[in-house]
């Protein structure tokens, strides 16, 4: 295979990563690993006839339908299923064993060609390679990590998965947020940013962390014009992107008003266009299979995957064998196999659109029409944005730039001038006490240094959403709308709080 | 000085050992959320996406195991082999059984689910009644340590450590900035007289002075040193005057053996007590793990601290690493609490015996020794009371190439090494390799230090002399490398001139 032509990533490492020497121990049992006939009194691994573990059996759903999410929730208990053994006593012997052990911190080789094998059958990148995470949220944190130091600047949407963007602050990382619409991360406002980088603020931002599929908390999804936009800036601007694609195989098409029945396709990846090796994409079983599965893997280029398995080789070591034996297993031809793999996620996203439809249609029977309220409907992800019509409360205040001005801190350039703060708390107030708990917007803002002009208006103003999710079960839903659509009409209805 | 055991844990206020990243970590903001969900009884949420478990593609695990019913189950597992008698610990969605597939396949909180929690508390409470501590899961112990690094690091800190210590956890620390004071040890482990003079001496001009020491109190890696009661409170007692945070890494706490001379270790030989079990101010971070007592695979261990530093352990695993895979926390909580499975005394049936079986490793290993290494005079094995090492001490000055008078030839650094110790130990290492034996030299494990403060008078360089062996391996291992560890030493000591291939 002819060698890509990957950009050099050493400048876009953070100084703990150029810093981060080798584990010296780990030369040594690779030495170990790679010359099998040599005696070896170096490890201190109990070996496998002291592990107190000989068998592992998960009982899993049959993907012998062609609707088998479908299959498994309908029939319950009497849906078919089959049995994946791993043993000491049969023929298993050998991946059970390589589970149970230390092992290379990137993960086992049977693992790794299953994710790899799932990477090939979505995607086009043939020169990247994986690292086995323990989920999104261990990915990202040590992305984040290897790539982000004291002073750097980070783009991330304006709203976003706070969490996640919470940790890199912890390390000195300040976040500048880009302005998002209906369909994601606007390309140009990320390119105005870009361009008009003051370099008093320090270096120029290397980094871009995106949720382009059903994006938390706003649920668009960019399209593919967009993404090629996107790529092209981070090329133009050497940038870094941090593809965090959870709800990747949960994507519903067109929305079903669009007439032409829906052909589901999964949209091509920043991965499938990353010539550069500037993509560092995270994925993970979460959502698609269960969250305490605690697993998932990252694709990079072969220099970021050295650098990440240093990393791992000192801090968590490689995850758990159980989850790795788990996906190895089922995705071998004995289990799902890829094509059974296919119909979970198919089935499990024609699950999810048929809960987004019920959502969509008690949002719009309860909550649009209350007059208040409007949404749009998600390509992809479990989550809809509902925006607040705030600006016909009562009590909306726009202030003038003056007033705005003498309130906020000295330097700002950015003032909030409405009150959607003061009433969106008060609107996630009037729904506890109503009993339903909804994520309000504030809780997703990227915080933004008032000092610049990332964004062209102020985020504070334009927080007037709430995110709500179809993930739960048909009865929350069908429970939890009408408290809403009740809430909301006496909030924007009742005489005015003394 | 007196050690004085309480009921109530002190009240020490040991937060300024935080690190600013500590400080300055935002807890998540979703947490609050969750909490509001179980304000009122019928709230209704649509904040989380979390995917409903009827989702889930898996109904049911089953983990075939070791049964601890005999008297000694290690013997029985290994010696019955595929007919040895076993138990199977379920968790399932349908199924009666501790922690429920639906509950343990979710997300939770970072402390880990609330079962498989309790069940380390007790494990805990069981073996050191510890006075008022908290535990959180983690991932093995690598990353139980890693966390407590970054919990209390800070770039030009300097932690203290014994001065051969595990290189893969000393190496963890580095780029973040944090650097390490060493302290000596003797064949007891860590000199509590040399901690307390490093911490009095300890010049300003190379930082803060230390506030965390990082130990290994059984079994030490790779010096296979234990410390004694009397020591452990010594350094207790140490850390309260200085101020220190303890990390307490025992991951070999359960091997810990009878005398050589004894054929077994019997199973009602007492465990040492550890440091928590003297934290009467809660500045002992113990970290435990199942990598050696059950398989390393499990990636599953946990941290026992107080309070204070479990919310901080909690916060930061939220926005890391998240609470441990579920498979690892419904297997140790069918274990432990579940119908079919071990309870804690099973367990300690089952930590016991394998406590007996490792002391048959080490006696084995230490008459092949005897019979192949220490017969040829250069070389001989100290006698670890705990662990799966032994730490070999080869006789360098016996070797013909031997030289201590480093520091007087023309043009010499007089403040670097006396001897050529460590050249000899690299050429020792690569004679094994080339003839076919993979052994641990000393110097991987040296703990990194400044060269501008090391010790002068009795540098570290000149104690390399030095090998660590496992005896964790098959008895074919032991066999065949000590047989060629011993046939190397002859053939090194006889060797008046260099190899050609190497420089000295």
């Not at chain 1, 909550?367 to 705030?390: D, I, Q």
């Not at chain 1, 709500?468 to 909030?491: C, D, H, K, Q, Y």
């Amino acid at each position: 295979m002819a060698t890509p032509s990957f950009i050099d990533v050493t400048h876009h490492l953070s100084p703990e990563t150029l810093a981060r020497k080798g584990n010296p121990l780990k030369g040594l049992i690779d030495l170990t690993i790679d010359n099998p006939h040599l005696i070896s009194l170096a490890k201190g691994d109990p070996h496998h006839t002291l592990y107190p573990i000989r068998r592992i059996d998960y009982e899993v759903a049959s993907t012998a339908s062609e609707d088998p999410v479908g299959e498994w929730r309908t029939l319950g208990s009497a849906a078919p299923t089959q049995v994946l053994s791993t043993s000491q006593d049969d023929s298993t012997q050998r991946l059970l064993n390589a589970a149970l052990q230390y092992g290379h911190g990137a993960g086992i080789d049977a693992a790794r060609r299953t994710v790899s094998a799932i990477n090939s059958a979505y995607h086009t990148a043939p020169h990247h390679v994986v690292t086995m995470t323990l989920g999104n949220a261990d990915a990202i944190t040590k992305c984040l990590r290897m790539l982000g130091g004291p002073g750097d600047h980070f783009l991330g949407d304006e709203f976003t998965f706070a969490a996640m963007t919470i940790a890199a602050e912890a390390h000195g990382v300040t976040w500048v947020p880009v302005q998002i619409d209906a369909g994601g991360l606007i390309p140009e406002e990320l390119e105005r940013i870009l361009a008009n980088w003051d370099p008093a603020r320090g270096r120029r931002p290397h980094v871009l962390y995106t949720v382009p599929c059903g994006q938390n908390p706003t649920g668009s999804t960019l399209s593919l014009e967009r993404r090629k936009q996107i790529y092209a800036i981070a090329q133009r601007y050497d940038i870094i992107i941090m593809e965090d694609d959870p709800y990747y195989f949960l994507q519903y098409g067109a929305p079903p008003s669009a007439g032409a029945p829906t052909k589901k396709t999964f949209s091509t990846s920043f991965l499938s266009m990353d010539v550069d090796g500037r993509v560092v994409r995270i994925d993970s079983f979460s959502k698609i299979m269960a969250p305490g599965m605690r697993l998932g893997w990252i694709t990079s280029s072969p220099a970021f995957h050295t650098h990440l398995v240093k990393l791992i080789d000192l801090s968590t070591l490689h995850p758990h064998g159980f989850g790795q034996l788990l996906i190895t297993q089922l995705l071998s031809p004995g289990g799902w196999g890829m094509g059974g793999f296919d119909r979970w996620v198919r089935s499990l996203c024609a699950d999810y659109e048929r809960r987004r439809d019920l959502l969509v249609r008690l949002l719009a029977r309860d909550v649009v029409a209350t007059g208040w309220a409007t949404a749009e409907v998600p390509e992809a992800g479990m989550f809809v944005w509902v925006r607040v019509a705030l600006e016909r409360h009562p009590r909306f205040v726009r202030s003038t730039d003056v007033e705005a001005a003498a309130r906020q801190p000295e330097g700002s350039l950015r003032a909030a001038r409405t009150n959607t703060a003061t009433l969106m708390e008060e609107l996630f107030d009037a729904c506890v006490r109503g009993g339903i708990v909804v994520s309000p917007a504030s809780m997703f803002v990227l915080t933004t240094d008032t000092r610049y002009d990332d964004l062209p208006t102020p985020i504070e103003d334009r927080s007037y959403y709430i995110r709500t999710t179809f993930a739960g079960s048909e009865e929350t839903m069908e429970a939890g709308v009408p408290i809403l659509g009740r809430v909301l009409n006496e909030f924007f209805t009742a005489t005015p709080a003394p | 000085m007196t050690f004085i055991l309480s009921d109530e844990v002190s009240q020490v206020d040991l937060s300024h050992h935080l690190s600013s990243e500590a400080r300055m970590r935002r807890p998540n903001p979703m947490k609050a959320i969750w909490k509001l969900t179980r304000r009122k009884p019928n709230m209704v949420s649509l904040a989380n996406g979390d995917p409903h478990f009827s989702l889930y593609p898996i109904r049911r695990i089953e983990y075939e195991m070791a049964s601890v019913e005999e008297a000694d189950p290690v013997a029985a597992w290994r010696q019955a082999g595929p007919s040895a008698a076993s138990t199977k610990l379920v968790s399932s969605t349908y199924e009666p059984c501790a922690l429920p597939l639906q509950t343990g396949l979710q997300y939770s909180h970072g402390a880990g689910l609330p079962d498989a929690q309790r069940v380390v508390t007790e494990l805990t409470k069981f073996y050191h009644s510890p006075l008022d501590h908290m535990c959180t899961l983690a991932l093995g112990n690598s990353d139980g340590i890693a966390k407590c690094f970054r919990l209390l690091g800070e770039p030009g800190d300097h932690f203290l450590a014994d001065e051969f210590s595990f290189s893969s956890i000393t190496n963890v620390p580095l780029s973040q900035g944090i650097k390490w004071a060493s302290v000596k040890m003797d064949d007891g482990g860590i000199i509590p007289e040399d901690l307390e003079k490093v911490l009095t001496n300890w010049n300003p001009e190379r930082g803060r002075r230390p506030h965390v020491l990082y130990i290994v109190p059984c079994g030490q890696n790779p010096t296979g040193s234990t410390l004694s009661v009397e020591r452990r409170r010594q350094i207790y007692e140490i850390s309260q005057r200085f101020d220190l945070m303890i990390i307490e890494d025992d991951p070999y706490y359960y091997l810990q053996y009878a005398p050589l001379s004894a054929p077994t270790t019997d199973f009602s030989t007492p465990f040492v007590p550890s440091l928590l079990s003297m934290d009467v101010d809660g500045r002992v971070l113990r970290v435990d793990s199942f990598s050696k007592i059950m398989a390393p695979g499990m990636r599953l261990g946990w941290i026992t601290s107080s309070a204070l530093f479990h919310e901080h352990l909690v916060t930061y695993t939220d926005g890391s690493t998240h609470h441990p895979h579920g498979f690892g926390q419904m297997l140790i909580t069918e274990l432990l609490s579940g119908p079919n499975g071990w309870q804690i005394e099973g367990f300690d049936r089952w930590v016991r015996s394998l406590r007996a079986e490792y002391h048959r490793r080490r006696a084995l290993f230490l008459s092949l020794f005897e019979r192949e290494v220490a017969s040829t005079g250069f070389a001989h094995a100290a006698v670890p009371e705990a662990g799966m090492f032994v730490w070999i001490r080869v006789a360098l000055e016996k070797h013909p190439r031997y030289r201590a008078d480093l520091r007087h030839v023309p043009g010499a650094n007089r403040q670097g090494p006396r001897t050529n110790g460590a050249a000899l130990m690299d050429e020792l290492f690569e004679r094994c390799l080339d003839a076919g034996l993979v052994i641990m030299p000393a110097s991987i494990f040296a703990l990194p230090e400044e060269d501008k403060f090391a010790d002068t008078e009795d540098p570290v360089q000149d104690r390399m002399n030095y090998l660590r062996a496992t005896f964790a391996g098959t008895e074919e291992a032991m066999e065949q490398g000590l047989a060629i560890l011993g046939q190397t030493l002859r053939e090194f000591f006889a060797s008046a001139d260099p190899p050609k291939q190497l420089e000295l």
